[in-house]
T-cell receptor, first 109, second 115 residues
Framework: GQQVMQIPQYQHVQEGEDFTTYCNSS?????IQWYKQRPGGHPVFLIQ?????EVKKQKRLTFQFGEAKKNSSLHITATQTTDVGTYFCARNTGNQFYFGTGTSLTVIP | NAGVMQNPRHLVRRRGQEARLRCSPM?????VYWYRQLPEEGLKFMVYLQKENIIDESGMPKERFSAEFPKEGPSILRIQQVVRGDSAAYFC?????????????FGDGTRLSIL
């Protein structure tokens, strides 16, 4: 019910290739947040999406919120080794944040 | 501005001992969240506190675990009589209020190892 599912769990790409991770919920989300965690590091907030169909860009990163507000995606164009890490989506239910299972991205030079 | 400060960064305890993890939120933040992360897993919500109040502790084990956020000083996550399964990274996050639109700011975490 409250959980958000992420796919894939792991992704290995050659440097320069694109990468996409998907976040799915069985219930409508009021908003969705994305975080990045580098190996050995802590989660860092990337962005928040609130509106149905919203698309936001940060340089090579494109974040999208589905029309039904039940899914979201993060797309990285032309990956670089600095993109390595685990990307989490998270939903907020007021008292709690539910984090997705994460997608671990490995970029092969 | 100082970010969320957690200490210690690493903590080693023997089975049966107590572990105390500290978290000082960002300046101006009065909402603190604790999470546990096992290796290669996501973050599991444990407890949400405001100053002097536990708002939601539904993610925290009923026994051995407790949390507080006193009027003065850092938030404390306390684990009594630790067992091997308590080994994990424990992250604290803070936000200025409980608005749905607020991002969470995380500390560097405490890596707890149980011998």
């Amino acid at each position: 019910g409250q959980q958000v599912m992420q796919i894939p769990q792991y992704q290995h790409v050659q440097e320069g290739e694109d990468f996409t991770t998907y976040c799915n919920s069985s219930t409508t989300l009021s908003n969705i947040q994305w975080y990045k965690q580098r190996p050995g590091g802590h989660p860092v907030f990337l962005i928040q999406l609130v509106k149905s169909g919203e698309v936001k860009k940060q340089k090579r990163l494109t974040f999208q919120f589905g029309e039904a507000k039940k899914n979201s995606s993060l797309h990285i164009t032309a990956t670089q080794t600095t993109d390595v890490g685990t990307y989490f989506c998270a939903r907020n239910t007021g008292n709690q944040f539910y984090f997705g299972t994460g997608t671990s991205l490995t970029v092969i030079p | 501005n100082a970010g969320v400060m957690q200490n210690p960064r690493h903590l080693v305890r023997r089975r049966g001992q107590e572990a105390r993890l500290r978290c000082s939120p960002m300046k101006g933040h009065s909402h603190v969240y604790w999470y546990r992360q096992l290796p290669e897993e996501g973050l599991k919500f444990m407890v949400y506190l405001q100053k002097e109040n536990i708002i939601d502790e539904s993610g925290m084990p009923k026994e051995r675990f407790s949390a507080e956020f006193p009027k003065e000083g850092p938030s404390i996550l306390r684990i009594q009589q630790v067992v091997r399964g308590d080994s994990a990274a424990y992250f604290c996050a803070s936000s200025p209020d409980r608005s749905h639109n607020q991002p969470q700011h995380f500390g560097d975490g405490t890596r707890l190892s149980i011998l």
